[in-house]
């Protein structure tokens, strides 16, 4: 539902949230959920925080490429997805280039029963 401009963190900040709205029809008889992400400089050093966030718990960290474009498919547990609002945003503690997530933003894959 919504995609921020300037979708980045660093230097200990939370990016803007992104919004994904879902149903209870959208989860009901769902067996395995998967996002797919653009990134720029998604993985860092060792001694940073670098974290994408569903609903302010980290979802996955450090993955992707260093200072270079990438795309992941990240698994996604059923149980950190909700009916409503769901919010997506980064985290990075890293001082140097922001960790950025690339236009049009992350994509949602649900699996369900026959």
Known sequence: A????RWESRNGKESKKGILT???ADLKNATFARMAVST???NVD?????????NNEPLAA???EFHN????????PLSRLKPGT???????????????????GPALF????K
């Not at 919504?2 to 401009?5: D, K, Q, S």
């Open 62 to 64: 450090r993955f992707g």
């Open 86 to 104: 769901n919010e997506i945003s980064l985290f990075s503690t890293f001082k140097g280039h922001a960790f950025e997530i690339n236009w049009p």
């Open 22 to 24: 879902l149903t209870e």
């Open 2 to 5: 919504e995609v921020p401009e």
């Open 69 to 76: 474009y990438d795309l992941d498919t990240l698994e996604v």
């Open 40 to 42: 720029w400089s998604g």
């Open 46 to 54: 060792d001694t940073s925080v670098h974290e994408l966030r569903l």
């Open 110 to 113: 649900i699996e369900y029963k």
